[in-house]
T-cell receptor, first 116, second 110 residues
Framework: DTAVSQTPKYLVTQMGNDKSIKCEQNLGHDTMYWYKQDSKKFLKIMFSYNNKELIINETVPNRFSPKSPDKAHLNLHINSLELGDSAVYFC???????????????FGEGSWLTVV | RKEVEQDPGPFNVPEGATVAFNCTYSNSASQSFFWYRQDCRKEPKLLMSVYSSGNEDGRFTAQLNRASQYISLLIRDSKLSDSATYLCVVNWNRDDKIIFGKGTRLHILP
Protein backbone atom coordinates (compact mmCIF):
# COMPACT_ATOMS: atom_id res chain seq x y z
CA ASP A 1 0.00 0.00 0.00
CA THR A 2 1.50 3.28 -1.09
CA ALA A 3 1.24 5.85 1.69
CA VAL A 4 1.39 8.95 -0.52
CA SER A 5 0.40 8.34 -4.11
CA GLN A 6 0.41 10.83 -6.94
CA THR A 7 -0.60 10.60 -10.56
CA PRO A 8 0.52 10.79 -13.22
CA LYS A 9 4.11 9.72 -12.66
CA TYR A 10 5.23 11.04 -16.02
CA LEU A 11 3.67 13.85 -18.02
CA VAL A 12 4.89 15.35 -21.27
CA THR A 13 2.83 18.23 -22.54
CA GLN A 14 3.02 21.25 -24.77
CA MET A 15 3.49 24.84 -23.71
CA GLY A 16 0.25 26.62 -23.04
CA ASN A 17 -1.66 23.52 -21.95
CA ASP A 18 -3.41 23.12 -18.59
CA LYS A 19 -2.66 20.01 -16.55
CA SER A 20 -3.39 18.57 -13.14
CA ILE A 21 -1.48 16.31 -10.80
CA LYS A 22 -3.44 14.40 -8.19
CA CYS A 23 -2.26 13.34 -4.78
CA GLU A 24 -3.76 11.15 -2.10
CA GLN A 25 -2.43 9.98 1.26
CA ASN A 26 -3.81 7.09 3.28
CA LEU A 27 -1.85 7.83 6.44
CA GLY A 28 -4.55 9.86 8.16
CA HIS A 29 -2.26 12.89 8.18
CA ASP A 30 -3.58 16.41 8.65
CA THR A 31 -0.98 18.25 6.58
CA MET A 32 -0.14 17.92 2.91
CA TYR A 33 2.42 19.66 0.74
CA TRP A 34 3.50 20.26 -2.81
CA TYR A 35 7.23 20.54 -3.48
CA LYS A 36 9.02 21.31 -6.73
CA GLN A 37 12.44 19.88 -7.51
CA ASP A 38 14.08 21.52 -10.49
CA SER A 39 16.92 20.40 -12.74
CA LYS A 40 19.45 21.59 -10.18
CA LYS A 41 17.83 19.23 -7.66
CA PHE A 42 16.74 22.07 -5.42
CA LEU A 43 13.66 20.93 -3.47
CA LYS A 44 11.42 23.88 -2.72
CA ILE A 45 8.06 24.01 -0.99
CA MET A 46 5.21 25.46 -3.01
CA PHE A 47 2.11 24.95 -0.88
CA SER A 48 1.08 23.42 2.39
CA TYR A 49 -2.43 22.58 3.59
CA ASN A 50 -3.50 21.66 7.09
CA ASN A 51 -6.97 20.13 7.36
CA LYS A 52 -7.88 21.57 3.97
CA GLU A 53 -6.72 25.04 4.98
CA LEU A 54 -3.89 26.72 3.08
CA ILE A 55 -1.06 27.50 5.52
CA ILE A 56 1.93 27.99 3.27
CA ASN A 57 1.86 29.65 -0.10
CA GLU A 58 5.35 30.42 -1.26
CA THR A 59 6.04 32.77 -4.12
CA VAL A 60 4.56 30.68 -6.86
CA PRO A 61 2.96 32.02 -10.07
CA ASN A 62 -0.79 32.10 -9.79
CA ARG A 63 -0.94 29.72 -12.74
CA PHE A 64 -0.44 27.09 -10.02
CA SER A 65 -3.56 26.43 -8.02
CA PRO A 66 -3.79 23.78 -5.32
CA LYS A 67 -7.10 22.24 -4.34
CA SER A 68 -7.80 20.17 -1.27
CA PRO A 69 -11.27 18.57 -1.42
CA ASP A 70 -10.57 16.77 1.85
CA LYS A 71 -7.59 16.32 4.09
CA ALA A 72 -6.51 13.13 2.30
CA HIS A 73 -6.25 14.80 -1.10
CA LEU A 74 -4.26 17.71 -2.43
CA ASN A 75 -4.31 18.26 -6.16
CA LEU A 76 -2.22 20.68 -8.16
CA HIS A 77 -3.55 22.38 -11.24
CA ILE A 78 -1.24 24.27 -13.57
CA ASN A 79 -2.55 26.66 -16.22
CA SER A 80 -0.75 27.84 -19.31
CA LEU A 81 2.28 25.63 -18.83
CA GLU A 82 5.69 27.14 -19.56
CA LEU A 83 9.03 25.53 -20.37
CA GLY A 84 10.34 26.56 -16.96
CA ASP A 85 7.66 24.50 -15.25
CA SER A 86 9.50 21.34 -16.25
CA ALA A 87 10.50 19.70 -12.98
CA VAL A 88 9.63 16.91 -10.62
CA TYR A 89 6.66 17.73 -8.41
CA PHE A 90 6.50 15.88 -5.10
CA CYS A 91 3.40 15.60 -3.01
CA UNK A 92 4.01 14.95 0.68
CA UNK A 93 2.19 14.66 3.96
CA UNK A 94 2.92 14.82 7.69
CA UNK A 95 0.90 14.05 10.80
CA UNK A 96 0.61 17.67 11.78
CA UNK A 97 2.18 20.99 10.95
CA UNK A 98 5.91 20.62 10.81
CA UNK A 99 6.69 21.85 14.29
CA UNK A 100 8.14 18.96 16.19
CA UNK A 101 11.10 16.71 15.85
CA UNK A 102 8.88 13.68 15.50
CA UNK A 103 6.90 15.00 12.57
CA UNK A 104 8.23 13.16 9.55
CA UNK A 105 7.36 14.25 6.04
CA UNK A 106 6.39 11.37 3.75
CA PHE A 107 6.85 12.00 0.06
CA GLY A 108 5.09 10.56 -2.92
CA GLU A 109 7.18 9.11 -5.74
CA GLY A 110 7.07 12.33 -7.73
CA SER A 111 5.47 13.45 -10.95
CA TRP A 112 7.98 14.14 -13.72
CA LEU A 113 6.62 16.99 -15.78
CA THR A 114 8.22 17.91 -19.09
CA VAL A 115 6.91 20.89 -21.01
CA VAL A 116 7.89 20.99 -24.67
CA ARG B 1 23.91 33.83 3.47
CA LYS B 2 21.65 31.10 2.14
CA GLU B 3 19.04 29.75 4.53
CA VAL B 4 20.40 26.22 4.41
CA GLU B 5 23.71 25.48 2.76
CA GLN B 6 25.39 22.20 1.94
CA ASP B 7 28.50 21.22 0.02
CA PRO B 8 27.01 19.69 -3.14
CA GLY B 9 29.86 17.22 -3.55
CA PRO B 10 30.10 14.70 -5.00
CA PHE B 11 31.98 12.95 -2.26
CA ASN B 12 33.65 9.86 -3.74
CA VAL B 13 34.54 7.56 -0.87
CA PRO B 14 35.85 3.97 -0.87
CA GLU B 15 33.66 1.34 0.69
CA GLY B 16 34.34 0.91 4.38
CA ALA B 17 35.58 4.45 4.89
CA THR B 18 34.08 7.04 7.19
CA VAL B 19 32.59 10.15 5.65
CA ALA B 20 31.15 13.28 7.21
CA PHE B 21 29.43 16.32 5.84
CA ASN B 22 27.99 19.46 7.30
CA CYS B 23 25.06 21.70 6.72
CA THR B 24 24.91 25.33 7.85
CA TYR B 25 21.75 27.29 8.50
CA SER B 26 21.24 31.01 8.72
CA ASN B 27 18.30 31.39 11.09
CA SER B 28 19.33 31.09 14.73
CA ALA B 29 15.66 30.56 15.65
CA SER B 30 15.60 27.25 13.81
CA GLN B 31 13.98 24.61 15.95
CA SER B 32 14.07 21.22 14.26
CA PHE B 33 16.70 19.55 12.17
CA PHE B 34 16.71 16.44 10.02
CA TRP B 35 18.66 14.49 7.48
CA TYR B 36 16.77 13.06 4.52
CA ARG B 37 18.16 10.72 1.92
CA GLN B 38 17.22 10.82 -1.76
CA ASP B 39 18.21 8.10 -4.18
CA CYS B 40 18.52 8.87 -7.87
CA ARG B 41 15.09 9.50 -9.41
CA LYS B 42 13.34 8.67 -6.14
CA GLU B 43 11.57 10.64 -3.45
CA PRO B 44 13.34 11.93 -0.33
CA LYS B 45 12.99 9.77 2.78
CA LEU B 46 13.75 10.59 6.37
CA LEU B 47 17.12 9.25 7.47
CA MET B 48 17.16 10.66 10.97
CA SER B 49 16.19 13.56 13.14
CA VAL B 50 18.96 15.58 14.75
CA TYR B 51 18.69 16.16 18.48
CA SER B 52 20.51 18.77 20.54
CA SER B 53 22.57 16.17 22.35
CA GLY B 54 23.50 14.38 19.15
CA ASN B 55 22.15 10.99 18.21
CA GLU B 56 23.23 7.78 16.62
CA ASP B 57 21.42 5.21 14.51
CA GLY B 58 23.62 2.29 13.63
CA ARG B 59 26.43 3.54 11.42
CA PHE B 60 24.96 7.05 11.26
CA THR B 61 25.65 9.82 13.75
CA ALA B 62 24.05 13.24 13.64
CA GLN B 63 25.26 16.27 15.56
CA LEU B 64 23.88 19.75 16.12
CA ASN B 65 26.03 22.77 16.90
CA ARG B 66 23.70 25.66 17.70
CA ALA B 67 26.50 28.11 18.49
CA SER B 68 27.99 27.73 15.02
CA GLN B 69 24.64 26.98 13.39
CA TYR B 70 25.45 23.74 11.66
CA ILE B 71 24.44 20.13 11.72
CA SER B 72 26.57 17.22 10.64
CA LEU B 73 26.14 13.66 9.48
CA LEU B 74 28.79 11.01 9.97
CA ILE B 75 28.61 7.66 8.22
CA ARG B 76 30.91 4.93 9.46
CA ASP B 77 31.89 1.77 7.58
CA SER B 78 30.22 3.07 4.44
CA LYS B 79 28.39 0.63 2.17
CA LEU B 80 27.73 0.78 -1.55
CA SER B 81 24.05 1.20 -0.69
CA ASP B 82 24.85 4.48 1.09
CA SER B 83 25.35 6.12 -2.30
CA ALA B 84 22.67 8.79 -2.47
CA THR B 85 22.06 12.49 -2.01
CA TYR B 86 21.74 13.60 1.61
CA LEU B 87 19.42 16.52 2.23
CA CYS B 88 19.66 18.72 5.27
CA VAL B 89 16.28 19.98 6.50
CA VAL B 90 15.71 22.85 8.89
CA ASN B 91 12.47 24.09 10.37
CA TRP B 92 11.58 27.12 12.39
CA ASN B 93 8.12 27.26 13.87
CA ARG B 94 7.39 30.91 13.30
CA ASP B 95 5.81 30.39 9.93
CA ASP B 96 5.88 26.63 9.54
CA LYS B 97 8.72 27.10 7.15
CA ILE B 98 10.63 23.99 6.21
CA ILE B 99 13.83 24.51 4.26
CA PHE B 100 15.61 21.78 2.36
CA GLY B 101 19.26 22.12 1.49
CA LYS B 102 20.30 21.35 -2.05
CA GLY B 103 21.85 18.11 -0.90
CA THR B 104 25.26 16.49 -0.79
CA ARG B 105 25.90 13.73 -3.30
CA LEU B 106 27.73 10.73 -1.95
CA HIS B 107 29.25 7.98 -4.11
CA ILE B 108 30.63 4.93 -2.36
CA LEU B 109 33.24 3.25 -4.54
CA PRO B 110 33.82 -0.52 -4.53
Amino acid sequence: DTAVSQTPKYLVTQMGNDKSIKCEQNLGHDTMYWYKQDSKKFLKIMFSYNNKELIINETVPNRFSPKSPDKAHLNLHINSLELGDSAVYFCASSQDRFDSSGNTIYFGEGSWLTVV
Amino acid sequence: RKEVEQDPGPFNVPEGATVAFNCTYSNSASQSFFWYRQDCRKEPKLLMSVYSSGNEDGRFTAQLNRASQYISLLIRDSKLSDSATYLCVVNWNRDDKIIFGKGTRLHILP
